[in-house]
C-alpha cells in the first residue's frame, strides 16, 4: 500500500513456544478452620510459582487466598520436575487441581455418612468446596461445613501421588520455605 510516497505494510507476527506438562505431585492440607497448605517440591525462580500454586489452591479450595500457605523448595515434599522451560505452571497447576479434586471426594464421603446430609445421592463432579463448605454445584445452599464434620479436627491431606495415602492425621512439620500470602 502506499500512502502518498511512503510504502506502508500490513502483516502479522506469529510464533510458537513448546510448554509442556511434565510428572509432578502436590500435597493439600485442609483444616476445618479453613486453612489450606499446597506444598510440591519445585522451586520458584522468580517466574511467579509461589502465587500460581496459590492462586490454583485458592480457586480450587474455594478458599481466600489470605487462607492458603505455600511450601516449595524441599526434595522431602510430593514430586517435581527441575524448574524451567514453561512447563512448571502447567505441570503443578495439574497436580493441584488432582489432589484437590482428591480431597472434595473425600470430603464427599464423609459428609454423606452424616445424618440427613443435604448431600445425599451427590457424586463427586456435583459438588464443590466454597467458604469452608462442600456443597451441591446448583443448589449451595446445600451444603456441610468441612468445620462441622466428625473428622473435622483433623487436618486431611489429599495427593496426587499414587503410592502415599490420601489422608492421615498430621504428627510432625518439617522446615521448609514457606510463603504466606496477603493481599493487605
Not at 517440591?41 to 474455594?62: F, H, K, P, W
Not at 451427590?122 to 456443597?135: E, P, R
Request: charged residues 15%; aromatic residues 4%; glycine residues 8%.
Amino acid at each position: 500500500m502506499r500512502d502518498g510516497t511512503d510504502l506502508v505494510g500490513w502483516g502479522m507476527a506469529t510464533g510458537i513456544w513448546e510448554a509442556l506438562q511434565m510428572p509432578m505431585a502436590a500435597r493439600i492440607v485442609l483444616t476445618g478452620n479453613g486453612h489450606a497448605e499446597v506444598s510440591c517440591a519445585t522451586s520458584d525462580i522468580g517466574t511467579g510459582t509461589y502465587t500460581v500454586m496459590a492462586q490454583v489452591a485458592a480457586d480450587m479450595l474455594g478458599v481466600p487466598i489470605d487462607n492458603v500457605t505455600v511450601k516449595l523448595g524441599d526434595s522431602t515434599l510430593p514430586l517435581s520436575q527441575v524448574e524451567g522451560g514453561s512447563w512448571t505452571a502447567a505441570s503443578v497447576a495439574h497436580a493441584i487441581a488432582v489432589t484437590a479434586d482428591e480431597l472434595r471426594k473425600k470430603l464427599l464421603g464423609f459428609a454423606q455418612k452424616m445424618p440427613n446430609s443435604p448431600l445425599a445421592g451427590l457424586q463427586t463432579h456435583d459438588v464443590l468446596l466454597t467458604n469452608g463448605m462442600i456443597a451441591a454445584r446448583k443448589d449451595t445452599s446445600r451444603a456441610v461445613s468441612i468445620a462441622q464434620m466428625p473428622c473435622a479436627r483433623v487436618a486431611w491431606i489429599a495427593s496426587s501421588m499414587k503410592n502415599q495415602p490420601n489422608s492421615r492425621r498430621i504428627t510432625s512439620t518439617h522446615e521448609t520455605r514457606t510463603q504466606r500470602y496477603s493481599l493487605k
